[in-house]
């Protein structure tokens, strides 16, 4: 036992960790450019796919040789899951507030659980069996149970939390706490942070947005007002200057998509 410890700790801190980390992020900004570029055209009412992270892996299954990159998103995937697992066990060790230490760990766990879910929603898509919808069906299943609008409208309330956090992250430049000196100083280093926060705080605002579905869903008892991301631009569409909003918001998620890149080249764990 203490020798898987000891291994698992010894990973932690290697350097095919950093290399695998890198992979796994590049493989996360495609999937946001791919996410970009559908609620791009949403905008325009182009779209064949919906603009969310099922919709970009669909629309990239479809291209050439998009079957193996899917593959390889879903392999990037669960290697930034492999690093989270192993920040909540060994990282934050030098964090002298336990709290601290502590809620970092939980975000890291969060983390994890988010590059699962994609990792398995693109092994999905690549077996053939992957579905772009399911959200509404979902939330009318939790809304008959027990307490089931109360569940719905908690599960909103964390989503708007996790989207204040992002905009939080990105005002504030937390993020740049993931990145080398090079990642953040020179002409270079300035646009990296540009783009992290502009990334940021639009991908924070869209998936606040999201949030609300499902707080408004569970106000009017109405399961078919909740969505994911897709149906949140679509909603963002229908509302004065929509389109121009919703251009934005893309154009938001492209400069995280492209930030991504950036910290995988100027990774600091």
């Known amino acids: 036992m203490n020798a898987a410890v000891d291994t698992a700790e010894q990973a932690h801190y290697s350097d095919w960790l950093d290399h ?5 992020l590049v493989a996360y900004g495609l999937v946001h ?31 050439p040789m998009g079957e193996v990159l899917v593959w ?21 060790r030098g964090e002298e507030d336990a709290l601290v230490r502590w809620r970092k760990r939980l975000a890291s766990l969060g983390k994890g659980v988010v590059y699962g879910v994609l990792g398995w929603s693109a ?18 299943k939790v809304m008959n149970l027990p307490g089931g609008q109360l569940l719905v409208g908690a599960v909103g ?48 605002i869209a998936i606040a947005i999201v949030g609300g579905l499902f707080g408004y869903a569970a106000i009017t008892h109405d399961p ?10 679509q909603t963002l569409l229908g509302y004065p200057f929509g389109q121009v909003l919703l251009v934005a ?13 950036a910290w995988a080249r100027h990774l600091s764990r």
């Not at 055209?41 to 603009?51: W, Y």
Request: with cysteine.
């Open 72 to 92: 390889l998103v879903a392999v990037g995937m669960f290697l930034l899951v492999v690093w989270m697992l192993l920040e909540v066990v060994f990282g934050q």
């Open 123 to 140: 092994v999905q898509t690549a077996a053939g069996s992957g579905s772009q919808g399911g959200t509404d069906s979902t939330t009318a």
């Open 20 to 24: 695998a980390v890198r992979v796994g």
């Open 157 to 204: 309330l964390a989503i708007i939390a996790v989207g204040a956090v992002l905009v939080h992250r990105g005002w504030t430049e937390k993020f740049t706490e993931g990145l080398d000196i090079r990642g953040t100083t020179g002409k270079d280093g300035s646009a990296y942070v540009l783009l992290g926060k502009v990334g940021h705080i639009s991908k924070g």
């Open 33 to 63: 450019l791919l996410v970009a570029w559908l609620a791009i055209q949403l905008a325009f009412g182009e779209a064949e796919e919906s603009a969310s992270n099922s919709g970009a892996l669909h629309y990239l299954a479809e291209q």
């Open 249 to 261: 918001i893309g154009a938001g998620i492209v400069a995280y998509g492209l930030f991504c890149f």
């Open 224 to 233: 078919d007002k909740s969505g994911g991301l897709d149906q949140a631009l």
